[in-house]
């Protein structure tokens, strides 16, 4: 496809769930980044993967929340044992190198 | 601790006027960027800053990086309806990119 991709766009779950959330990024682009969006709120940066290098996870909030990417392609965002303050809009983003970031429309995470 | 701050963080204007939305960054970075987002959507990339000095312009916006001062600025000249979003800043540091509150604009026929 043109663009970022996510899925699923909306996501309801029972809180002490697990959730997988998945991110296709634009081909050959080298680096992907995942951040959380409360209401209202700025971007929290949570993630970044740049190529086969280590992947920076400092912006992690807590050891439930863990991604994974395959190579230069998907990735995916699994957060364990959910919180109703886990609540938010997940968006990810890929760029080549360090320029510019195209954003997926973001999976809205709605824990009860 | 490194902030980003925009201000005004909200901001309702009338057709036609000018304004001007500033970005404050409490570290060194020679990377800006802004984005734009309607309600319920993802962020649209709109300017890309470089360098001390920096200004591009798309349409009736035009955004300005100073290194220096550590300050950005995205002026809207003779805003139009269309233009209502919320826009964010976004300082590159080290790879990991550090987003203002964002600025809530409406614009007003």
């Known amino acids: 496809g043109a663009g970022v991709s996510q899925s699923p766009s909306n996501k309801v779950t029972e809180k002490g769930k697990d959730v997988e959330l998945r991110c296709d990024p634009i081909s050959g682009h080298t680096a992907l980044y995942w951040y959380r969006q409360r209401l209202g709120q700025g971007l929290e940066f949570l993630i970044y993967f740049q190529g086969n290098s280590a992947p920076d996870k400092s912006g992690l909030p807590s050891d439930r929340f863990s991604a994974e990417r395959t190579g230069e392609s998907v990735s995916t965002l699994t957060i364990q044992r959910t919180q109703q303050e886990d609540s938010a809009v997940y968006l990810c983003a890929s760029s080549l190198q360090r320029y510019e970031q195209y954003f997926g429309p973001g999976t809205r995470l709605t824990v009860t | 601790e490194l902030k980003v701050e925009q201000n005004p963080l909200f901001l309702s204007m009338q057709e036609g006027k000018n304004y001007t939305i500033y970005c404050n960054y409490s570290t060194t970075s020679d990377r800006l960027y802004w984005y734009r987002q309607d309600p319920g959507k993802s962020l649209e990339s709109l300017f890309v800053l470089l360098s001390n000095g920096a200004v591009k312009q798309e349409g009736r916006l035009m955004a300005s990086l100073d290194t220096k001062a550590r300050l950005s600025t995205l002026h809207i000249t003779a805003a139009v309806h269309d233009l209502s979003a919320t826009y964010f800043c976004?300082?590159?540091?080290?790879?990991?990119?550090?987003f203002g509150t964002g600025t809530s604009l409406t614009v007003i026929p």
């Open positions: 976004a300082v590159d540091i080290s790879r990991q990119f550090y």
